[in-house]
């Protein structure tokens, strides 16, 4: 169980396009997912925090019209990097928290973005 | 604010050898605390976890002890396989920021590979 995907699992772009990233949880409801970037050989980055039906929550000195994320049901978010540079080139990562109080983030298995 | 500081890698470690993998962390609230692993080209996994003082976690032969009063969490296994080579992230969860949204603030990771 509190299994987590993400599609698609590689994407290679040009330079100006948008990207769209899906976060499921396909086994339970998240009412709360997150997202991540990860640097090569360094940690996780908290980007933002999205909570089902609302706006999400932006870390300070991520770009909200750049990284637009959307939590339309409670088992899909979806991160679409906007006008997108090779400077955005990173892996992604999404998880999600049931609720009920639970605390605990279940994650997928990342998104590897290339821009070229 | 919280913060959670690992030792740094890479760490190179032969087959059966012991492993220690420190972690202290600095929080507002009383955090719940994690170890996450992360195998080449994955996500995070959740390892272990230990939700208040004393308490250990402990899973596939990898242990932890929540030590308050030293605020650490340091990750240790008696015996480490080829199988365990991967980033290991310490991470803590304050109820006390985020609200019941549960943010998750990570170590840097420390690399570790075991040779045969």
């Known amino acids: 169980g509190a299994v987590v995907s993400q599609h698609p699992s590689r994407v290679i772009c040009k330079s100006g396009t948008s990207v769209k990233i899906e976060c499921r949880s396909l086994d339970f409801q998240a009412t709360t997912m997150f997202w991540y970037r990860q640097f090569p050989k360094q940690s996780l980055m908290l980007m933002a925090t999205s909570n089902e039906g609302s706006k999400a929550t932006y870390e300070q000195g991520v770009e909200k019209d750049k990284f637009l994320i959307n939590h339309a049901s409670l088992t899909l978010s979806t991160l679409t990097v906007t006008s997108a540079h090779p400077e955005d080139s ?9 609720g009920g109080g639970a605390y605990e983030q279940f994650f997928g298995p990342g998104t590897r973005l290339t821009v070229l | 604010g919280n913060s959670v500081t690992q ?9 059966e050898a012991f492993l220690t993998i420190n972690c202290t962390y600095t929080a507002t609230g009383y955090p719940s ?5 992360q195998y080449p080209g994955e996500g995070l996994q959740l390892l272990l976890k230990a939700t208040k003082a004393d308490d250990k976690g402990s899973n596939k032969g990898f242990e932890a002890t929540y030590r308050k009063e030293t605020t650490s969490f340091h990750l240790e296994k008696g015996s480490v396989q080829v199988s365990d080579s991967a980033v290991y992230f310490c991470a803590l969860s304050d109820p006390n920021s985020g609200g019941s949204n549960y943010k998750l603030t990570f170590g840097k990771g420390t690399l570790l590979t075991v040779n045969p």
Request: proline share 9%; glycine share 4%.
């Open chain 1, 90 to 98: 990173s892996f992604y990562i999404c998880s999600a928290k049931p």
């Open chain 2, 7 to 15: 030792m740094e890698g890479p760490v190179t470690l032969s087959e």
């Open chain 2, 33 to 37: 605390l994690f170890w996450y692993v």
